[in-house]
């Protein structure tokens, strides 16, 4: 036999299953919380998975991969808790004393790439740019839009990709300028 129990599992996903509880137990008191039964999951499939041979102390193990994941959560959530304290400073700006209104010179050149941006799409047609800003401004899916157009589907993806290789080049001959 090739490490499966009679019932097709195998050793250590067996000792999985009768220690389900204490394992979930033990998320809980980690700090789990609600993502407990996910984190369960996850350990599940990591054993599901796995092709090496047997654990030498399977409940250890589980107990331990537990832990890691643990470790990986809280990591992820503190990188994730990081980058959106440095967005938001970076966001907020306000320098005492400097307007954080753009200036006039900002605002013109603005409104002149807005209107770059409308007649680089109109110029297109309007299927092409009717269906980029649904898509792009309205958010509608592309399904949707190829029954609204009446194309297909691949028609919605062809305009699209016109759209963006046309914005593209406006947007380099923009830099370039």
Known sequence: ???LAANGTSGLEEVFLAN???LLRFLRA???GDSAEDLLQEIWLKIAGRASGPVASPLSYLFRTADLLMIDRYRAANQARLRDQAWSDSAQGAVPGV???PSADRLIIARQHTRLVAETLDAL???VAGIFRAHR???IPQRRLAQQFGVSLSTVESDLRKAYAALAELKERIDEA
Do not use: K, L
Request: charged share 40%.
């Open 1 to 3: 036999m090739t490490g």
């Open 20 to 22: 389900r509880e204490r």
């Open 30 to 32: 980690r700090g789990a």
């Open 99 to 101: 307007s954080d209104t």
């Open 125 to 127: 047609g309007p299927r």
């Open 137 to 139: 401004i309205e958010g």
